[in-house]
Structure formats: structure tokens, C-alpha cells
């Protein structure tokens, strides 16, 4: 391959990286690795991929996929980068934005401080989840926890709420437990003590239909969970 052509493109093809991430890194708590992380992620998105693969990943890092996909799983946790939903020609796909990094920067730059109690209940609820599962959670659905927390606004308390009865329902699935906290906010409630009652309220009306069918086809009658994906709008 022509050497000039190389070096040309060593030359011109380079990446800014911003000076305040190498500044102010360790500052808002990243080790050297995760920085690389996020350098490399700025530069596939500065190039027009932003969703790289965790094998895109690996071959730039001395990491395997494995701990690719691990490290950014953290660094989403961490509330340095997210998972956000694109419209691509009226195709929805996920794409990673490094808008937390920037404003964690920003606040370490002109000395705000960062919401240490609101990141202590981030970590708490992460560890249940993860704890409850039995596996550590993936990006997406690191980034749909984060999301319950600082776009629809529900508290850690309705949260962890909505988690204890998917675990009761058997029914241990993200799309369960946010279907739980979509019925909950449609209703206005915003306490564990509504929740429980609303969830009684349901379950009653449940248990008089489960009456009903038993007084007809003489079925012994049977208290069922409530099934929140069938809820209807």
C-alpha cells in the first residue's frame, strides 16, 4: 500500500478529544480505562457510528467483548453515557450519547458538584436488580433504569415496589416491571402505600371475577397474580 496514502490518512484522520475528558477524568471518578472507553466511543460516533459493537470495541482496547460490553454496562450505570432511541428514516434504532459525560465535565470544570445521594440510590438500585435477575444487567436495560429514574421521575421507593411484585408475579422481566410503573403514574401513585392498595383493589376485582367463573363451570377458585402486560389503556 502506497506509504504516502497512509500517512496522509494517519495525518488528517485524527480525533478530537476533548481537553476538559483529559483534564477532569479522574476529577468525576473515571481510572484510565474507562476514559479510553469513552474516547473510543466519541471517536466511532465522531465518525458516524454510534452504536458500536462490543466486537468493534474490542479490537481498538486490550479488552475482550466480554469486558467491553462489562465496562460500558458500569460507565452507564455511572451516569457517564446512555442508550437513546434514533429515528433513522422512520426506522427506530438505539445509539450512544455521551451527553452525561459532557455535563459531568462541565460541572467539574466550574466546580459544581455532582448528586452523590441521587448516585448512592442509583448504585443501590442497580445492585438489587442485578441481585434479583441473578446476571448483571446489559446497556439497554442499564439505560431503561436510569431512564424510570430521571425522565419519568419515579423514586427509587416505586422502583424497587414494581420489582418486588414482578418478582411475585413470576414475572421477572423489564418490560413487566415497566408496565407496573406505567399503571401506577396513569393512576397518581407516588407511594408504596398507594401501590399496595391499588394492587389489593385490582386483585380483588380479580378474585370476584375468579368467583364468578367458578360458580358456572364448579372450578375450584384460584387467586391469580396480576397480570400487568395485559392491562388495557
Known amino acids: 500500500m ?27 471518578g473515571l481510572n484510565e480505562q474507562e476514559c479510553m472507553m469513552l ?16 466486537d468493534d470495541l474490542s479490537r481498538r482496547m486490550t479488552l475482550n467483548e466480554t469486558a467491553c460490553a462489562d ?17 433513522d428514516q422512520q426506522l427506530y434504532a438505539e445509539a450512544y450519547s455521551l451527553h452525561p459525560l459532557w455535563e459531568k465535565l462541565l460541572r467539574a470544570a466550574y466546580g459544581m458538584t455532582i448528586d452523590l445521594p441521587s448516585k448512592k440510590n442509583e448504585d443501590t438500585l442497580y445492585t438489587l436488580f442485578e441481585t434479583e435477575f441473578g ?26 415496589g414494581a420489582l418486588r411484585e414482578a418478582v411475585v ?10 408496565r407496573i410503573l406505567f399503571d401506577w403514574k396513569k393512576n397518581g401513585i407516588k407511594t408504596l402505600d398507594q401501590a399496595k392498595a391499588r394492587g389489593e383493589k385490582v ?15 364448579h372450578d375450584a377458585p384460584k387467586m391469580p397474580a396480576y397480570n400487568w402486560l395485559e392491562k388495557r389503556e
Open 2 to 28: 502506497d506509504m504516502k496514502f497512509m500517512l496522509k490518512l494517519v495525518e488528517t484522520g485524527s480525533v478530537n478529544v476533548p481537553a476538559l475528558l483529559i483534564e477532569h477524568y479522574h476529577d468525576i
Open 39 to 54: 474516547i473510543q466511543v466519541h471517536s466511532f460516533i465522531s465518525r458516524g457510528d454510534d452504536f458500536p459493537t462490543f
Open 71 to 87: 465496562l460500558l454496562r458500569r460507565l452507564i450505570q455511572g451516569g457517564f453515557l446512555s442508550i437513546v432511541q434514533k429515528n
Open 135 to 160: 446476571r448483571p444487567l446489559s446497556p439497554i436495560e442499564c439505560e431503561t433504569l436510569a431512564m424510570w429514574m430521571d425522565q419519568d421521575r419515579h423514586s427509587p421507593a416505586l422502583i424497587k
Open 169 to 178: 408475579s413470576g414475572k421477572l422481566n423489564f418490560r413487566y416491571i415497566d
Open 203 to 217: 386483585r380483588s376485582h380479580q378474585q370476584r371475577s375468579a368467583n364468578a367463573v367458578h360458580s358456572i363451570h
